[in-house]
């Protein structure tokens, strides 16, 4: 333990030694932070939790920028040796994961190394960093981006794919992906305020030859080398109206995902959106099949994904209504529907009362696709299953809820939000049947003067499934700018009776935050954007550390 806690504090005294820096009159300044998240876990017989073999566990990270005019240069630092719970094995480990250099000059930006990058919405390549995930599937290679033409775009990659401590150079990824503003073009679009583009992408994934059997059988597969991607994507604008619509195709890939089937990917998005001084309203739909992609066919979980199928549900950040979060069905596909609607009531109508009233409804549903009566699961070797487009399966998940803020007075406002959930976790999980619930939030703050302000919550979610009803309490003073202070306890009252309590001190000076915790923590997924992590429960203090320069 004495020597964990000394590679920690090392890290902090790092972190503080360091500012920003600004060399000469030429706009060189050297920037960075460092992030350090641990646990000190103990033993709950209570949630489940055996003595730990470790003392402290920990995940840091330090991250330094050099940026000018034309050219950027960086490198983080990673130290994962006794990582957090719930990451996937291979995940420990430390090193120097990410390195790059980037020039630009005249609409032409070259980068060498580690990089990340987005097509579209991300249905045939996204590559990202989400620390709380666990994932960062970077790219390490080159990257060419040319905005040198007016109205056209174009960018050109290739490398290979981090998968934690490893690039594996027997999967090699290519890509490119061109965009055209057509208002640059048409005059006629410009006069009447019009935002027009249109882009088209290509993914193409090479990897080695693997030997792959039919279980029980000497039939080895024969697996594709190359697999490409197309997206097709265009997005219009006009005063209050944006409208989107996406295509993405993706050639046979047989993989550990879809059971090893040859079938096709597809993913269909339409969104369009409407905004106005007091009122927005939004509607999406999104159709996919068989759009798992990764750059290593066989690898499960999280690691060695190309791209990302957003899910269409509402980011909820209240502790019973984020209990249940919903996770992607890439590989089985999936129809899934979004919609918003927001209004507020002026000032002094008899709704808005003498500071207005906002009213937020939001509304997610999601079914499978309609297999055509084939069986559940894809037949190895086979050409995979057929579906209907438009024919649904079986309910996934749905979210309605509303969400009422309102302000009383000069010091006292309110949040109410009620929300009718259905989870299918015996989908999403693979146990567990559907867990429909009821969930009522009221959030109060009162600002008692310009240093002091206390918000409490109080929340209830109600279902017969599962372990039955919850409850929530939340505490929480903050003195501004430097201090808040928080007490919670998240207590089922249904088949358990347990208590996860939590009590936590946060502090922010200049250029730190420290946050030191104790308490409990309920066995869960933590998703963000689809892409879900499960954590074990755990006991004990926490603390976050982080410095930015």
Known sequence: MTKRLLIIGALALAATSAS????????????????????????????????????????????????????????????????????????????????????????????????????GSGFILRTYQERSLGVDNALRGGRLKVTA??????????????????????????????????????????????????????????????SIFVPGTDYRLNVPERVGAWDIRSQFHKGNVSLTGEFAWKDQDPSFDNGYAYNRGTAVMLAGSYSRSGLSAMLQAKRSENMAYRSQRSMTGTSAMLNNMPAFTYTHTYALAAMYPYATQAADGEWAFQGAFSY??????????RYGTKFTLNLSYIRGLDYNGDAPA????????????????????????????KKWSSTVSQTFMYMNQMYNKSVIEGH????????????????????YTLRNELQYLHTPDDEGDWLYGLLELSVAPHLMVTVSDMWNVGETDTHYYNFGITGNYRSNRLQVAY??????YNCSGGVCRYVPATRGFTVSYTYTF
Do not use: C
């Not at 209907?388 to 969400?403: K, P, V």
């Not at 567990?432 to 240093?451: H, P």
């Open 20 to 119: 920003a820096v600004t060399i000469g009159d030429n706009g060189v300044a050297l920037h960075g932070s460092v992030q350090i998240d641990g646990l000190v876990p103990q033993e709950d017989q209570a949630i489940g939790i055996a003595k730990p073999d470790d003392d402290v566990l920990f995940n840091s990270y330090a991250d330094l920028n050099l940026i000018s005019k034309y050219v950027d240069a960086g490198v983080r630092m990673e130290f994962m040796k006794w990582p957090l719970p719930g990451y996937e094995p291979d995940f420990a480990g430390w090193g120097v994961p990410h390195i790059y250099a980037k020039g630009r000059y005249k609409g032409f930006e070259l980068t060498a190394g580690d990089f990340y990058e987005q097509f």
């Open 149 to 210: 033409v007016p109205g056209m775009r174009f960018t050109a990659l290739g490398g290979v794919q981090r998968r934690y401590w490893d690039w594996e150079t027997s999967s090699v990824v290519y890509g490119g992906e061109a965009e055209v503003n057509f208002q640059d073009y048409i005059k006629a679009l410009t006069e009447k305020g019009i935002i027009w583009n249109l882009s088209a992408a290509y993914v193409l994934k090479t990897e080695d030859d693997e």
């Open 378 to 405: 894809q037949i190895m070797g086979s050409d995979g299953r057929s579906t209907s487009f438009f024919g649904m399966g079986e309910a996934y998940y749905h979210d309605i809820n509303l969400i009422i803020d």
């Open 519 to 524: 308490g409990r923590t309920r066995a869960g």
């Open 432 to 451: 567990g049947g559907r867990i429909n619930s009821n969930i009522f939030v009221l959030d109060t703050k009162f600002k008692i003067d310009k240093r």
């Open 344 to 353: 507020k009531f002026k000032r002094g109508s008899a709704l808005g009362g």
